[in-house]
């Protein structure tokens, strides 16, 4: 086989064979498929998409092309999360503990940010000494002891898509179904977990811009993990604003410490309260919105994200540790109103520019920087008030505050916010 006619076959609009693309995705592991023809090919991908038969091949070949993890040992049905990526996006961080607290095992790999999207891998390493890379059997024995782990990918596990997201990348072809798809769900599958909790964000800053595309992604996902045996849910969430009130890894940690101590902003634990629901129902375990409520309020979620904390190095008392940013600037509205938008895009990519966020794959972070709003979409605000507070290690500028503000919009009129839009089992 030649790699430039099976660019040239998914280029032309026709459907490839399953032993076409195993030759591809393992060549192009194995370094003997170069970048510029597996970029070429993503990009005819982009163009012509796959079908489901050929998302399917895509999606086991890449699973095959490393380590597959085997949960086996740990007892009862161990259950996953994965968002498709987005701002302000703390949702792991509360979630994953308030599910281990219903004595529900969660084994969770995390990623990075990267763009204009945060990950809760860099989010957790803002805390003192916390350690994201384990082994398999300390992952596996940390999960037996506390129902709970959250790690790094490992780099044994589909090595396909570690190579292919970096090319995607930087050759505009991350955005696009077949590829979405099979590189979520090749984790997921690799990572060992009986039942698949999958967050397709819609909306500005988001992979998927409309709400038809998040439901052809999240449908293609269930498909995916069902054929394999997982029990697998899918929920669209609206990410035309940021999720929650803060941007930033640490800031982001303190938020997510507000809402697993009942003191979070309503809209988003409840959001948080409804995912756990359903995570807990993936592992049969059926729960009232107030009993999901209750582990927030009397202390027993926070108790198992300490216990995760401990368990991994991390440093509890810098756990609670405030930003130590060097300035804080409030910026405030300059007319009465409704907050109607907040573009998620905008806001992921000024938090950014203030560190919290990285360009490129090498750029480090200053995990203190970041956005702490007041007022979210839907929110009504007087001139005067505080929208939000910027975190700079720098000298925050007048021309930074005007980029600011140039984002919000505000109106007479009151929009109505869903953070869930709809649940695909
Ligand atoms: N998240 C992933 O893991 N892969 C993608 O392609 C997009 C979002």
């Not at 002891?145 to 995607?168: H, M, N, P, T």
């Not at 009986?194 to 409309?210: C, R, Y």
């Not at 930003?323 to 907050?339: F, P, W």
Request: charged residues 25%; contains cysteine; aromatic residues 6%.
């Amino acid at each position: 086989m030649r790699a430039v006619d099976i660019i040239q076959k998914k280029r032309d609009g026709l459907e490839l064979t399953s032993q076409e693309i195993q030759w591809l995705i393992e060549g192009y592991t194995a370094g003997t498929v170069p970048d510029y023809q597996m970029s070429a090919f993503a990009m005819a991908v982009y163009f012509k998409g796959m079908t489901t038969r050929e998302i399917s091949d895509l999606t086991m070949t890449m699973v095959g092309t490393g380590q597959q993890f085997d949960l086996s040992e740990i007892a009862g049905v161990k259950v996953d999360k994965h968002s498709t990526g987005g701002v302000g996006d703390k949702v792991t961080l509360v979630l994953v503990p308030l599910v281990a607290s219903f004595g529900v095992p969660v084994a969770k790999m995390s990623g990075r940010g990267l763009g204009h999207t945060g990950g809760t891998i860099d989010k957790l390493e803002s805390i003192k000494g916390f350690q994201v890379e384990r082994s398999q059997e300390e992952f596996i024995q940390q999960v037996q002891d506390i129902e709970l782990s959250v790690i790094g990918q490992s780099d044994q596990l589909v090595r396909a898509d570690k190579l292919l997201y970096a090319l995607r990348d930087v050759t505009a072809t991350v955005d696009t179904i077949p590829l979405i798809a099979s590189s979520v769900m090749s984790k997921k599958i690799a990572a060992g977990a009986d039942s698949i909790l999958l967050d397709v964000t819609v909306g500005e800053g988001a992979f998927m811009k409309n709400l038809a595309d998040a439901r052809r992604l999240a449908q293609t996902m269930v498909d995916l993990g069902k054929a394999v045996g997982r029990k697998t849910t899918a929920v669209i969430t609206d990410m035309s604003q940021p999720l929650g009130t803060s941007i930033g890894n640490r800031l982001e940690i303190l938020e997510a410490l507000a809402i697993l101590q009942g003191q979070g902003r309503e809209d988003i634990t409840v959001f948080i309260c409804e995912l756990a629901q359903i995570m807990l129902s993936l592992a049969d375990v059926e729960k009232t919105a107030e009993e999901v409520r209750q582990h927030l309020t009397d202390g027993s979620a926070l108790e198992k994200f300490e216990a995760m904390i401990a368990a991994q190095g991390g440093d509890l008392e810098d756990l609670y540790r405030p930003s130590s940013a060097a300035y804080v600037l409030e910026v405030t509205a300059d007319q009465d109103g409704y907050i109607t938008e907040l573009p998620a895009m905008e806001f992921g990519l000024f938090a950014m520019r203030l560190g919290a966020g990285r360009a490129v794959k090498t750029d480090s972070l200053d995990y203190e920087t970041g956005l702490v709003f007041e007022k979210k979409v839907g929110d009504r605000v007087r001139a005067g008030q505080v929208l939000a507070k910027i975190y700079a290690n720098q000298k925050i500028s007048q021309e930074l505050v005007t980029d600011f503000k140039k984002n919000v919009k505000i109106s007479n009129e009151a929009v109505k916010v869903s953070e869930i839009i709809e649940i695909i089992a």
